[in-house]
Each structure stands twice: as structure tokens, then as C-alpha cells.
């Protein structure tokens, strides 16, 4: 089954949960290429995320102009998934009615919904709990039949909202190689939205660097690695250098390591007092 | 590694399971045995005494006789089936409204507030006491008792789906608009076998109420029912037969419960294991 990857084109958007409050997203222009694999990297509360959130059509923005394959997004569609950080899967329903429930609200037959999640459950190397109650899997496992749910629909456009945040290295690790071997396979066009650099450098083909509050979109870098990308691969960890000293400047703080990036992001401290630091 | 962890788990709980599902079984039987010799011991007090004598139908012994006859040549069915009829339209009738009203109140959280005075206001209203209302509205007793049936059924239905409906995880909801579902589709797919569990639970109290008020709504006006057959039994002196009809009223009771609980088990999702 080929895909043909979703231009993805964003003018001018703005976002602000109140008229009186500051905008959380102020005149994001963005053009994503079919097929290509794109990294928002950020501080929490810089938006990245309420920027995923409008170009699926979960959120409307408060001005501008998204569409995908040049329709105007007005709402979710089926052509476009997201994943999220939780897999959210229902607690009454087994793996593989789980994996398959997107199609059921489409409406195709049975016959078609089973062979599809039957290959998808495949892909993400679930087969063998395809009647397995989903509260028995780890939450690698449940991440996995997320991304099978998503790829069942077999969608143009693929975006994930740090969808792997909550889970251990190992797994992490191999979720992220995976994810970005199926888009790379089925031309599928990939946004994720991470405040892991590592993650970013792993899976996407450029990374757009966020600032927060405004959150705008402050520099663009392009990471241009051959093949399977591994987290010691000097090559690999000379991007993330990279990637590293331009999300500091940016953000202007000395973040040493991830552990030091992911506990400023998730404490929420405020972005001026990160520039006093 | 997880696969082994729950091979353990499930040996663990076969091993506990046994002694504790066979106590359970005896304990119960204990408690029937309990009840039936106290039951025993009053109709041997109530045989000793003086006064007493004529009420000797209301032991064991006579019940059962009654009981056995009873169910032999149909009374026991003949009485049984206008109660379950009505139970069953007044439970329908509950659960129709009830059941659309929880969603709502459960979804709109001004709904609620403003329907919060007036509901438990009513609420606490004995359905018994619309009788006379009732009985005016509606062309037949039995029309009125459905009713009343109906009228204390609503609200445990209606507040257990509302409550079910409240905590509802607002990603499943997310989930489900981000592939895609329609509105009915939202229903079906994750908000009624979400609440499934709520919702019975729900039917379960209505069912309770509504079999409680079921017997005293008969006693006025109709000329069927279980209600009637205790007042019928009474007229005629005929002790042993109240009793059986007691004894069928607690035996129907038991079982239309159970059978709430097995569908509770049925639709739950929450499995500790």
C-alpha cells in the first residue's frame, strides 16, 4: 500500500485560549514536505504541543490558516492521527479491537478491519497478544498498540505528541527506531513535538526549535544521517551536540544532559526566570 | 518476562481462590440455616402460646406445605407474572429516561447544577405517596403502578449513569474524535460501555426500590399481583399462604438481583489482577 505523504502548510497561525490572555502561539508560518520527518523541540508551555493540537483539528486556532494537501483543516480526520503521551486504549476491549476501532468508526466490513490490524499488529511486533486484555500489557506494549491503532488508518500524516516520554530507555529507544521506519517505508509524513533532543535527532529529518511566550518558531535545523540512527553513533551524537548548543542559546540556559532538560521542562519553570539563570 | 509474572499470578489466584470460594458456600448456607431456625423457633413459640395458635400457619412447616401446593397447581406463577410485568415496564420506563438524563447531566455541568434542588427534592418523595395522582392520570391501576414503579427507579438510574458519565477519562473521548467518530459513534463505541458498569449498578438500586415498592402499590386496587395475593391470603385467614407468597416475594427479589450483579461482572473492565 503506497502512501502519499501530507503537505502540511500553516499560515500565519495564532493561538490564545482568551481573548484578553497572551497568545500562547504567535504567527507560526510553517510548510512540511511530504513524506518528511519533523521534530518541534521546546520547553513546556511553548506551545509545541496546542501547535500539534491545531493542525490535527482537535483545537481551532484563534487567526491563520492550516491545511494538509491543500484542504483547509476544520476538524480531525481520518488521514491524519495523532498519538498522544498517554495510549488512552479502552479497558473493554481487547488488543486487537483496540487496534482496530478507528476503522470501525469508518464504517469498513469486518473482514477488512481484521486483516488490517492483523497486519499492523504485525508491524509493531504485537502479534502473538492479539487477544490479550490490554490493562495485561506493559506500557511499552500499550504504546505499541496506540501506534497500531494510528497506522491501521493508514494515514498520510503521523503526529505525536510525546508519545514515548513515559517510558523507559530501552523501550523508548526502540519505539523511536520503529515509528521512523515505518513513516520512512510507507512515505508517511511524520511531526512530533519532544523535549528530548536525542529523540529529535533519532527520528526526524530537521528540527524546528521553539520559544516559549510567545511560542514562536526560532530556528530550523536540518539532520541529515544516513541510515538507522543509534544513540552512540558519533555522527548521532555530534547532531545532538548540535542541536544541543542551538536549542541553549535559544532557550539560554546551560542545560548539561537530558536529565537536566527534562526536569526544566517538566517543572514548568517560567521562561524569563530561565534567561536570569 | 510479563507473561511469566502473570502465570504466577493466575497458579497464586487458583490456589487462593479454592478455600475462599468454598468457605464463601458454606458460610452462605450457614446463614440460611440461621434464618430458617429462627423462622422455626417462632412458630413453635407462636404454636405454644395461647393466643398465638390461630397464626401457627406462619411456621415453616405450613409455608412450605402451602409453598409446594401452591406452585403445583399455578398460583404461585398465576400471582408472580402481573408483578414481574409491571416491575419490568417500570424498570423499562426508568432506564429510557434515566438513562439519556445521566448522560446529560453527566456531560453538562450547568444541567446539573440546576437540576440539583429539584431532583433530590423529588427524589425524596415516597413514590407512594403520588398514588393518589397517579391513580387520576392514568386510566388503569395498572398503568398507575408502572408508574410508581417508574417514578422510584428514575433516580438511582438517572444519578449512577450521570456519575459514571462524570468520571469518564476525557482522553478516551479525545481518542475517539481524533479517529475520526461521530457523535453516536462516541455513544456506542466508549461512553456506554464506559458507564456499562455505573449504569447496572445503577438498575441494580432501582431495581431494589422498585421491588419494594412494588408489593404495597399492589395492595391498593388491583386484583393481581403478588401485593394482592398477600392481602387475598390475609382476607381469607389463610396464614401458610401469606407466608409462601412472602417467601416467593424474597425469592424473586434475590434472584432479579443476582442477576443485576452477574450483568455488573459481565460489563465490568476494572479486573484486579
Not at chain 2, 458456600?25 to 440455616?33: C, E, K, M, P, T
Amino acid at each position: 500500500m503506497a502512501h502519499a505523504g501530507s503537505h502540511v502548510v500553516v499560515e500565519n497561525v495564532s493561538y490564545r485560549y482568551h481573548a484578553r490572555r497572551p497568545a500562547v502561539l504567535d504567527q507560526i508560518s510553517l510548510t512540511i514536505e511530504p513524506g518528511c520527518a519533523t521534530a518541534m523541540i521546546g520547553r513546556s508551555g511553548c506551545g509545541k504541543s496546542t501547535l500539534l493540537h491545531l493542525i490535527a483539528g482537535l483545537v481551532k486556532p484563534s487567526s491563520g490558516r492550516i491545511s494538509i494537501d491543500g484542504i483547509a483543516v476544520t476538524k480531525p480526520s481520518r488521514r491524519w492521527v495523532m498519538m498522544f503521551q498517554s495510549p488512552s486504549l479502552y479497558p473493554w476491549m481487547n488488543v486487537t479491537a483496540n487496534a482496530g476501532i478507528g476503522l470501525k468508526f469508518a464504517g469498513l466490513p469486518p473482514s477488512e478491519i481484521a486483516q488490517r490490524v492483523g497486519e499492523a499488529l504485525e508491524l509493531v511486533g504485537l502479534a502473538g497478544y492479539a487477544k490479550s486484555r490490554v490493562t495485561e500489557l506493559s506500557g511499552g506494549q500499550q504504546q505499541r498498540v496506540a501506534l497500531a491503532r494510528s497506522l491501521v488508518m493508514q494515514p498520510d500524516l503521523l503526529l505525536l505528541d510525546e508519545p514515548f516520554a513515559a517510558l523507559d530507555t530501552f523501550t523508548r529507544t526502540s519505539l523511536q527506531g520503529d515509528v521512523r521506519r515505518i513513516c520512512k517505508e510507507r512515505g508517511i509524513t511524520l511531526l512530533l513535538v519532544t523535549h528530548d533532543i536525542d529523540e529529535a535527532v533519532i527520528m526526524a529529518d530537521r528540527a524546528l526549535v521553539m520559544s516559549a511566550a510567545p511560542g514562536k518558531i526560532q530556528a530550523m535545523q536540518a539532520i541529515r544521517l544516513a541510515g538507522p540512527r543509534e544513540r552512540d553513533d558519533p555522527a548521532v551524537q555530534q547532531a545532538v551536540a548540535a542541536l544541543r548548543r542551538r536549542f541553549e542559546m535559544i532557550a539560554g540556559v546551560q542545560a548539561t544532559d537530558d536529565a537536566s532538560i527534562a526536569a526544566s521542562a517538566t517543572t514548568d519553570v517560567g521562561y524569563p526566570r530561565m534567561l536570569q539563570a | 518476562m510479563s507473561a511469566r509474572a502473570a502465570t504466577v499470578d493466575a497458579a497464586g489466584e487458583d490456589r487462593r481462590r479454592r478455600p475462599f470460594f468454598s468457605s464463601r458456600f458454606a458460610f452462605g448456607l450457614l446463614g440460611i440455616l440461621i434464618l430458617l431456625g429462627c423462622w422455626w423457633v417462632g412458630g413453635l413459640v407462636l404454636l405454644n402460646s395461647a393466643s398465638g395458635q390461630a397464626f401457627a400457619g406462619f411456621a415453616p412447616g405450613p409455608t412450605f406445605a402451602s409453598f409446594v401446593k401452591m406452585l403445583g397447581n399455578g398460583a404461585i406463577l398465576h400471582a408472580a407474572l402481573p408483578s414481574l410485568g409491571r416491575i419490568f415496564g417500570g424498570l423499562l420506563v426508568a432506564i429510557l429516561l434515566g438513562v439519556p438524563l445521566g448522560i446529560a447531566l453527566g456531560r453538562l455541568p450547568a444541567l446539573q447544577k440546576i437540576t440539583h434542588v429539584p431532583f433530590q427534592f423529588l427524589r425524596m418523595i415516597s413514590p407512594l405517596s403520588w398514588m393518589p395522582i397517579a391513580v387520576l392520570a392514568f386510566p388503569s391501576w395498572n398503568g398507575a403502578i408502572v408508574f410508581l414503579i417508574a417514578a422510584a427507579a428514575i433516580w438511582p438510574v438517572t444519578f449512577a449513569t450521570a456519575n459514571g458519565v462524570a468520571k469518564l477519562d476525557p482522553a478516551w473521548l479525545k481518542l475517539a474524535r481524533n479517529l475520526g467518530a461521530s457523535l453516536p459513534h462516541r455513544l456506542a463505541f466508549v461512553i456506554l460501555p464506559a458507564i456499562a458498569q455505573d449504569m447496572f449498578t445503577g438498575i441494580r438500586l432501582a431495581l431494589g426500590v422498585a421491588w419494594i415498592v412494588l408489593v404495597p402499590a399492589e395492595y391498593l386496587g388491583v386484583s393481581s399481583g403478588l401485593g394482592y395475593a398477600i392481602n387475598d391470603a390475609r382476607d381469607s385467614l389463610d396464614y401458610a399462604q401469606l407466608t409462601a407468597i412472602v417467601l416467593v416475594i424474597g425469592i424473586l427479589g434475590f434472584s432479579l438481583d443476582a442477576i443485576c450483579l452477574f450483568l455488573i461482572r459481565r460489563v465490568s473492565y476494572h479486573h484486579h489482577s
